[in-house]
């Protein structure tokens, strides 16, 4: 048996990943049916990894959870007096249910049919109200006051920006039109509208899920849209999320992606996920639209790229009318842009749409970016020369002559703080290139390095900006 | 037919029993499955047979053994619905496995505190590989991506954390059984 060993744990991790092909499974029948040692140790194993799902809550169905908690609305189990009925392991779920059948036997056991089909749970959560803009809604005109102590199952409105903590501690901030249920207070269902949820180290594990996903938050700030076309847009600001069908309840399965911070991608109705481009982001971190600016005011219209690769799904982040003192250079990164010295940046520049882009590109010698403005606009580059330039800044736009400073910021877990202001950090000058473009159009811009370059010697990634010329 | 002298039907102690069972028909399912595909669902049909046969239940025997039978039932017919290409083991595997985990002695409602508290003694690292595979659901091969390791070695220290709980677990209810 010794010599099977390693290939029965291989073939029983696979069995157990779920990933075993029928070659394997055969192979692994016939190491089962030879030796019934290993018969005793899959089974020791199977029993284990039954437990740790188990316990780690991923092993109920959708079947249980609607027999088991349907029938407590109307009349909480007698073991429940006292509980706090959210916290409840699965097994008292279970008792409460068996309880329940037991009070009510002659609707419960004819009735299983109805109860697998029925609705989930109506649940509440807790939450405090921080701030409310413009929020109508249908049946609750004036309850939200900033401060007020909600507890709510439900959340409809008509318009608006509300923003409200959970008593889980996870902030969310809701745009409307939008139609939210409240599965606890880590956990919301969005049949439709904008979400957006910074989520605290003690609420890591929140979930938002809507008709196509289920995003499960590992520490993160993401945002959630779901339009009326039955699209979920998933936008990750910070940390990282795990994305799930939303009706794939097998709890081994693989979730259909991880997305990390500065990721973005569409489900569609038939669960297809593909990347978002763009994000346009807004005066505050969570206004945001997937998509480019579709303000009319926007110059920069969109930001493509040519990468194709399916593991590709990092967004560019269209800031209209962004570029200004402070303004963050890079998704993920906490660098900004700042004029070089006390006078600041030129007032031209100014008040022009930025385009975020991803500091780790500089090393891509086969990057091409477009940028499409939707009028007639001046699109600058930010170029850091100390080590030369490629050949298409050259070819495509002009320098300026002016630099404008990026401040290589500390790390966060320094601790240490970004500057503030112009002038002010560890400021790198990068020079101001112009391309004109005198009606709507497109420029795209190459890589950073050129396939020939010297790639010890470091350049930053190049800012993107652009701004509508004049009327003539 | 006659009705079992000992029974006692949908009694609170019958209801205590189903309960304190789930996590061991569970994984009994998921054992004779090869895998939790269908688990969940072959124990809800399984706890609608249990609860619809209380009154045969004979309280001198032992709940778990005589729940197992009708799980085994359940597994069966949860079976014939699938392609025989996605099932893991055959039916004389399945019958094997079966008397294999009957014949594993457990008691029924103390193993999940012992998993916990065995689980709080892995190292820290063997903790953070229980917390992405089962809490956060990930598959191996994206645990050994995040962590930049090969796929075999992620399931070989899954492996071995399994067997370490396992033991951890027996040797547990085994010395509180002994005090």
Redesign the interface.
Known sequence: MNGARPDF??L?????????D?AQ?RQ??AL??AD?EL??E???????????????G????K??LR?TVIPMDPAPPVEAAGENRRRWP???L??AA??L??LG?AFW?PS?PWLRNARPPENAAALEVLEAEGVATPNAPGAFNAGAQLKLSELRMLSGRLRFRLDSGAVVTVNGPADIHFLGSMRLRVNRGKVTADVSAGAK?FIVETAQAKV?D?GTKFGVDVADAGNTDVVVFQGRV?L?DRDD???????MT?LVEGEAVRVDARRQVSRIVNVTGGAREDEWASGGPRDGAAVISSVRDNLRSPSDKYFYRILPGGLKEDARAFIGQRHEWNGLDASGMPPWLTGADLVQTFVNDHLKTTLEITVTVSRPAAVYVFFDERSGRPSWLAQRFTDTGLKIGLENAPSLESGKPVGKGPGVGNMAPLSVWRCELPQAGSVTLGPVHEASDDMTRRRWMYGIAAKALPDR | MTPPQQSHGQTPEFVRNLTESQSMLYAYISALLGGAEGAQDVLQETNVVLWSKASEYDVQRPFLAWAYTFARFQVMAWRKKQSRSRLVLDEDLVDQVADEFAAQDFNASRHLDALESCIRKLPESHRQLVDFRYAQGEAVNQIAARLGRPHNAIAASLYRIRKMLLDCMQAALVGKAGA
Do not use: K, T
């Not at chain 1, 029983?12 to 075993?20: F, H, K, N, R, T």
């Not at chain 1, 899959?42 to 780690?56: G, I, K």
């Open positions: 744990e291989n029983l991790a696979a069995v157990i990943d779920g990933s075993a029928e499974l692994f029948q089962l049916r019934a018969r005793a899959y089974a020791s194993h199977m029993r284990v990894h039954a437990f740790l799902q188990w316990r780690a991923s092993a109920p169905s079947s249980q027999g699965r097994w008292r279970a008792a068996a309880i059948a037991g036997a056991l299983i594990g499960v590992l795990n799930f309840r097998h709890p081994r399965r693989a979730s991880q």
